[in-house]
């Protein structure tokens, strides 16, 4: 298992190139379907993988979460994938991939791990509505390897909010709008959870906004802005005037559209927050291609802080 995940801070060199490393696993072969699914998490996410701990039941606790673990004196909580995806399977899982988003650490329980593939954000597509909604609304993106197999990635972001309870309405208590006239914000997230609370954060603000559901999309969104104010003869920043992404989109991820923007005039003067669930994501390249902030996720309360400065 260590060598699996060896050497995974060294891959932080991905970011900006458009790739990424995914390590795959499954959840057990599906009763209804006779399928064994592939499904897929960034490494960056990845702290380690480990044969099943004991597990210490505890009460109060969403069905789908196990209980708690102890790692290294920390406890974490463990969230069985296989009763959270409803895949029916008599495999019991086996393994603990333990994951950290924004400092929180937790324990997901699947039947097995497979290998760690490098593949380029472009193959990432945006899954079939159809497809997404037989998971739940549970994919972010999609590929089929050259063996025909079917990769999902899951909406960690998703699965959080729904098991700790990250986005209840007392975290958006609090929020002032902005008393500085009119203000817009463009945003890329594929996260359906992402962008709801993205949302909530910018009403509460009394921000307008504007959203895409990955890079590529942002990217076209964004070029159509620009040339709508070339025609009408104004700058771009009279439209819009800020731009928040995530890091991880298919099709093109934050680092790549980011350079994009600051690449083109046309979008001077536009700051780029990046909003990123990455504990460990590389600020030093972020700043290389001209990232003016990180902001972590399910965070609303910093989130409307950042954009409150920015904007006023």
Wanted: glycine content about 6%; overall charge negative.
């Amino acid at each position: 298992m260590s060598e699996l995940l060896k050497n995974i801070d060294a891959r932080t060199k991905l970011a900006g190139t458009n790739k990424l490393e995914i390590l795959l696993f499954t959840l057990g072969k599906d009763s209804r379907t006779g399928r064994r699914e592939t499904f897929g998490i960034n490494v960056f996410k990845v702290r380690e993988v480990m044969r099943v701990p004991e597990i210490t039941r505890a009460p109060e606790m969403p069905p789908v979460v196990e209980g708690m673990v102890s790692l290294r004196g920390v406890l974490v909580p463990v969230i069985d994938l296989v009763k959270y995806t409803g895949v029916e399977t008599d495999a019991k899982p086996e393994i603990m991939i333990v994951t950290e988003y924004n400092q929180h650490v937790q324990g997901f329980l699947v039947e097995a791990v497979d290998t760690i593939l490098r593949l380029d954000w472009s193959v990432m597509k945006v899954p079939p509505e159809m497809l997404n909604a037989q998971m739940g609304g549970l994919l972010t993106a999609v590929t089929e390897l050259p063996d025909r197999r079917l990769v999902m990635m899951i909406d960690v972001e998703k699965i959080l909010a729904e098991t700790a309870n990250y986005d209840d309405e007392s975290s958006y208590i609090g929020i002032k709008p902005l008393t500085v006239g009119r203000r817009t914000v463009f945003f890329a997230d594929d996260s359906s959870v992402a962008r709801k609370q993205i949302e909530k954060t910018l009403d509460a603000l009394n921000v307008g906004h504007m959203s895409a559901n990955n890079g590529k999309q942002a990217w076209e969104e964004l070029q159509k802005i620009a040339a709508q104010a070339e025609t009408s003869h104004t700058p771009v920043t009279d439209i819009i005037q800020l731009v928040l992404t995530d890091v991880e989109m298919p099709e093109m991820d934050g680092y790549v559209l980011t350079k994009n923007i600051k690449s083109d005039p046309r979008f001077n003067g536009i700051p780029v927050l990046m909003y990123s669930s990455l504990s460990s994501v590389n600020q030093h390249l972020g700043r290389a291609v001209g990232v003016d902030e990180y902001v972590s996720k399910l965070q609303p309360q910093k989130l409307a802080e950042v954009i409150t400065r920015f904007l006023s």
